[in-house]
């Protein structure tokens, strides 16, 4: 197995240790954040690098794999709905906003879906659900405070 596959397999790996976070009930507080808070942004932040990390590194040494390619985008979905479900269970996040990009999440794959059976290619889409990733996991991380 490759870097980029093993770190893919790291951030599905780190969702459970981000959700587990709040039940250990954490004491303490730094700059009006909880602890439990600021740990589960870390985690969360490290994932998203981990993300940008696998793709980067399996381009540039020529490893883009079957297992990356499926793998990749499902750990991009657990890790943030995952974030956005403690959000909600933390009253910190309206419910109706996980469910629009579920929704969406459902619509993308199967494009995808299709257009990989037609063996169409665009860098353009590509590149612009790239940005609808990344703007996704800014704005997760910007709601917690």
């Known amino acids: 197995m490759n870097l980029p596959n093993k770190l893919t397999i790291f951030r599905i790996i ?4 981000m959700v587990i976070i709040p039940f250990f009930h954490i004491p303490g507080e730094l700059w ?3 602890i439990s808070m600021w740990l589960m942004n870390l985690i969360f932040v ?3 690098i981990t993300d ?3 793709g980067t590194i399996a381009r540039a040494r020529n490893q883009v794999t079957t297992l990356g390619k499926f793998l990749d985008p499902i750990a991009d979905k657990i ?3 995952a ?4 959000l909600v269970e933390m009253n910190k996040l309206p419910a109706w906003i996980p469910i629009i990009i579920l929704f969406r999440e459902f619509i993308v794959s199967r494009i995808s879906f ?3 059976r037609k ?5 353009c889409s590509i590149n612009f659900w790239k940005i609808k990733n990344s703007n996704t996991n800014d704005s997760n991380y910007l709601s917690i405070y």
């Open 14 to 17: 780190l969702v459970p240790v």
């Open 32 to 34: 009006n954040v909880p």
């Open 46 to 48: 490290i994932a998203s």
């Open 52 to 54: 940008k990390l696998d």
């Open 79 to 81: 890790l943030v709905l």
């Open 83 to 86: 974030a956005m479900i403690i």
């Open 114 to 116: 299709d257009c990989s």
């Open 119 to 123: 063996r169409w290619k665009s860098s």
